[in-house]
C-alpha cells in the first residue's frame, strides 16, 4: 500500500493543498481530479521528490523521507509526468528498452495487448516523428515496461483520442489484474471517473 498522510503545500504564501490524505492498495486504481491550476501535479511531484511541502509518504509500510523519482523507482514506485520521458531520436523500439534497462527487465516487449499492440506498427520509428497522442502512449509504455508496483501518471489522457482513451482502460485491468496500483490525474470532463475505484476531488 501507498499512503499520503496529511500533506500541504504551499508556494511562497499560496497554499495549494492543505491537509491532504489518500491511500492505494497494489491492484487498485485512483484519479485524483481537478480543473487546471488545482494542484493535481503537485501531489505527485511532492510525492517523487520534485516540491517541497508537509507530510508523510509510506511504502508497503515504510517511511520514505527526501523521496526521489530514483529511490522510489527501485521500490516499485514509477511516475510518468505529463511532458512524458521520451526520448525524440530514438526509435520506440530503443525508448522502451531504455526504460527497461533502468529496472533491469529482461521480459520482451508485449506486441499485442493494449496500447502496445496500438503502437506496435511504429516499433522501429524515431519517436520525433510521433504524434501527440502517439508520444503520450509511448511515454506511458515506457512506464509499465517498468513493472511496477505502483503507477502514477500525470494527466495520461492528454492528447490522446477517444479510442485511445479506451485501449487506455483496457490497459488499466490488465494492469490492475496483474496486481500493480494505479493513480492518475485528470481533468472532470476528460472521462467517466465513476470506472475509478477511488476519486479524489481537489
Known amino acids: 500500500m501507498i499512503e499520503v498522510q496529511n500533506l500541504s503545500i504551499s508556494f511562497g504564501s499560496h497554499l495549494v493543498i492543505s491537509e491532504i490524505s ?60 505529463e511532458q512524458g520521458c521520451v526520448f525524440p531520436d530514438l526509435t520506440v523500439r530503443e525508448n522502451l528498452l531504455f526504460s527497461k534497462a533502468l529496472v533491469n527487465s529482461d521480459d520482451p516487449i508485449p506486441t499485442n495487448e493494449g496500447l502496445f499492440k496500438n503502437l506496435y506498427h511504429l516499433i522501429d520509428t524515431k519517436a520525433y516523428s510521433l504524434s501527440g497522442g502517439q508520444t503520450r502512449m509511448l511515454s506511458i509504455l515506457m512506464g509499465i515496461v517498468r513493472n ?55
Open 22 to 81: 489518500f491511500s492505494l492498495d497494489r491492484g487498485s486504481d485512483m484519479i485524483i481530479l481537478g480543473h487546471h491550476g488545482a494542484g493535481k501535479t503537485s501531489i505527485l511531484n511532492w510525492i517523487f521528490g520534485q516540491v517541497k511541502g508537509s507530510g508523510k509518504l509510506i511504502v508497503d509500510h515504510i517511511k520514505i523521507s527526501n523521496p526521489t523519482p530514483k529511490k522510489l523507482l527501485k521500490r516499485g514506485v514509477c511516475f510518468v509526468p
Open 148 to 202: 511496477p508496483k505502483y503507477l502514477f501518471l500525470d494527466e495520461p489522457f492528454a492528447g490522446l483520442s477517444k479510442d485511445s482513451i479506451d485501449i487506455f482502460m483496457r490497459q488499466l485491468k490488465v494492469l490492475k489484474s496483474r496486481n500493480v496500483g494505479v493513480i492518475i490525474t485528470g481533468e472532470f470532463d476528460n472521462i467517466q471517473h465513476s470506472e475509478f475505484t477511488k476519486v479524489l476531488e481537489l
